[in-house]
T-cell receptor, first 115, second 112 residues
């Protein structure tokens, strides 16, 4: 079974530029998550999708971050414009369903450096 | 407000001995807990879970204990192996939310 795929693996941009990350979840997983992990901290949930609908985006900085999951499969997370404090690893995860405590399966992450 | 805390940022253990990683939480509504292991440059990998209706769950060398009254859980690894060297995160979710709150992680180093 293929795991969660993410690209790119690394990205370096200057502040005020924009960037986009892509995620392909495990086949058949209805729920998709984007997390931000700042160095020395645990992953923090940014947004959670069930199929192509948003379940929770309460911690997504909506003035600069956006995410979509067209057709309920792949997802993209965008930051525009980026700030220095956005430097982090962005993790995508998927699970079978959101309304039961299923384990989440993580991709390798995208390490973003904002200079 | 850190609802899930791992107060030990690092731990070193000799190969073959027991590793005990601790996690405390503050929200009494949390009822499902997970442990993840993370190697450098990889995403976290699910290790073991426990529901609040249990106080212990075992899977091979890994056992998780839950003390609901103390709002504390621990992960025991016996015997510890060098390949267990990684960062371990605990995560908790509450009934009705199914949104996981992660701790800050504990870096385990198993010495050969």
């Amino acid at each position: 079974e293929a795991g969660v795929a993410q690209s790119p693996r690394y990205k370096i941009i200057e502040k005020r530029q924009s960037v986009a990350f892509w995620c392909n979840p495990i086949s058949g997983h209805a729920t998709l998550y984007w997390y931000q992990q700042i160095l020395g901290q645990g992953p923090k949930l940014l947004i959670q999708f069930q199929n192509n609908g948003v379940v929770d985006d309460s911690q997504l900085p909506k003035d600069r971050f956006s995410a979509e999951r067209l057709k309920g499969v792949d997802s993209t997370l965008k930051i525009q414009p980026a700030k220095l404090e956005d430097s982090a690893v962005y993790l995508c995860a998927s699970s079978l369903e959101w309304n039961f405590s299923y384990e989440q399966y993580f991709g390798p992450g995208t390490r973003l450096t904002v200079t | 407000d850190q609802q899930v805390k791992q107060n030990s940022p690092s731990l070193s253990v000799q190969e073959g001995r027991i590793s005990i990683l601790n996690c405390d939480y503050t929200n009494s509504m949390f009822d499902y807990f997970l442990w993840y292991k993370k190697y450098p440059a990889e995403g976290p990998t699910f290790l073991i879970s426990i529901s609040s209706i249990k106080d212990k769950n075992e899977d091979g060398r890994f056992t998780v204990f839950l003390n609901k009254s103390a709002k504390h859980l621990s992960l025991h690894i016996v015997p510890s192996q060098p390949g267990d060297s990684a960062v371990y995160f605990c995560a908790a979710s509450g009934s009705g939310t199914y949104k996981y709150i992660f701790g800050t992680g504990t870096r385990l180093k198993v010495l050969a």
